[in-house]
């Protein structure tokens, strides 16, 4: 049997840069891995199928037959290791779904290393980022894990220094958004809009090589924001209740609706945590870390 986590990213800084022909959207991110993670256990069967079974209870809204990422990278790794047997899966969700934060990418990727161990493909890290890309644009971050700087269409990773020390407050609304209907909302808010703000990518990377927390946060800013929050009013007031609390700042994470504060104290955290729950405007809500590396 292998064990994997998979765990949740947040955006520190989203822009779309433009548009390929095939229809994937070119953007410049900062992304970081959470302590909020996924659990999956892989183990061979002697059924010739790849069966994938929750560890809990399922939420309705996700299906674990052949459409999910996970079969599709379990599939492919056993075809890459000439495997003919099956594949037992388990999957405890922890992460939310359509929350922004790559839950599905992120069990892709662990299924991608999970299967590749079991089987002793002995794929390279590289290798696996290359198939997975093919499944989906986060999964190569997924994979690696961890601070990094993502461009083209994901593929593009630079590792990044780790944050300062800091502590997240994540809160989930009760609504799911359309990562499609997110980014198919910002082409045509850009063609009518040219004039829209820009994340200062750089500046952050320059803050985080500086080891600067506040100049990371002073420049937040994700474009999906102008697309997403005027559709879901709770995204704007999580992101004020986590700043009155002391968050040094706070944004949406990825396509949302998620959104996320740093804060460099455990009593603002706490005093975040506690405004939110009683506000009852998050259906789901954590206080975490970063993690430095993917499991």
């Given at each position: 049997?292998?064990?994997?986590k998979?765990?949740?990213?947040?955006?520190?800084?989203?822009?779309?840069?433009?548009?390929?022909?095939?229809?994937?959207h070119?953007?410049?991110?900062?992304?970081?891995?959470?302590?909020?993670?996924?659990?999956?256990?892989?183990?061979?069967?002697?059924?010739?199928?790849?069966?994938?079974?929750p560890?809990?209870?399922?939420?309705?809204?996700?299906s674990?037959?052949?459409?999910?990422l996970i079969?599709?990278?379990?599939?492919?790794?056993?075809?890459?290791?000439?495997?003919k047997g099956?594949?037992?899966?388990?999957l405890?969700k922890?992460?939310?779904?359509?929350?922004?934060?790559?839950?599905?990418?992120?069990?892709?990727?662990?299924?991608?290393?999970?299967?590749?161990?079991?089987?002793?493909?002995?794929?390279?890290?590289?290798?696996?980022?290359?198939?997975?890309?093919?499944?989906?644009a986060?999964?190569?971050?997924?994979?690696?894990?961890?601070?990094?700087l993502?461009?083209?269409?994901?593929?593009?990773?630079?590792?990044?220094?780790?944050?300062?020390?800091?502590?997240?407050?994540?809160?989930?609304?009760a609504?799911?958004v359309?990562?499609?209907?997110?980014?198919?909302?910002?082409?045509?808010?850009a063609?009518e809009?040219?004039?829209l703000?820009?994340?200062?990518?750089?500046?952050?990377?320059?803050?985080l090589?500086?080891?600067?927390?506040?100049g990371?946060?002073?420049?937040?800013?994700?474009?999906?924001?102008?697309?997403?929050?005027?559709?879901?009013?709770?995204?704007?007031?999580?992101?004020?209740?986590?700043?009155?609390?002391?968050?040094l700042n706070?944004?949406?994470?990825?396509?949302?609706?998620?959104v996320?504060?740093?804060f460099?104290?455990?009593?603002k955290?706490?005093?975040?945590v506690?405004?939110?729950?009683?506000?009852?405007?998050?259906?789901?809500?954590?206080?975490?870390?970063?993690?430095?590396i993917?499991?």
């Open positions: 049997m292998v064990l994997k998979a765990y949740a990213k947040v955006n520190l800084g989203l822009d779309i840069t433009g548009r390929r022909d095939d229809g994937y070119m953007v410049r991110m900062i992304m970081q891995s959470l302590n909020i993670y996924d659990e999956l256990t892989f183990e061979m069967s002697d059924d010739p199928e790849i069966n994938i079974s560890a809990g209870e399922n939420d309705n809204n996700l674990l037959g052949k459409d999910n079969y599709k990278a379990a599939e492919r790794i056993s075809q890459i290791a000439g495997y099956g594949i037992n899966i388990t405890k922890n992460i939310p779904i359509a929350a922004g934060m790559a839950g599905g990418s992120s069990d892709c990727a662990a299924t991608l290393k999970g299967v590749n161990e079991l089987l002793g493909a002995g794929l390279t890290e590289e290798q696996l980022r290359d198939i997975g890309v093919k499944l989906g986060d999964v190569p971050y997924c994979i690696m894990g961890g601070t990094a993502s461009e083209g269409i994901g593929e593009i990773l630079t590792p990044l220094p780790p944050l300062p020390t800091c502590i997240f407050v994540v809160a989930k609304p609504v799911s359309s990562t499609a209907e997110a980014y198919g909302g910002y082409d045509r808010l063609e809009r040219p004039d703000v820009h994340p200062d990518i750089d500046g952050q990377v320059e803050a090589k500086n080891g600067d927390l506040k990371l946060t002073d420049r937040f800013l994700n474009v999906l924001e102008y697309v997403t929050a005027e559709k879901y009013s709770e995204i704007r007031e999580l992101e004020e209740m986590m700043k009155n609390a002391g968050a706070a944004m949406m994470s990825g396509s949302g609706p998620t996320f504060g740093i460099d104290s455990e009593e955290a706490l005093k975040a506690s405004m939110i729950d009683s506000s009852g405007l998050a259906k789901q809500l954590f206080r975490t870390e970063c993690v430095n993917s499991g």
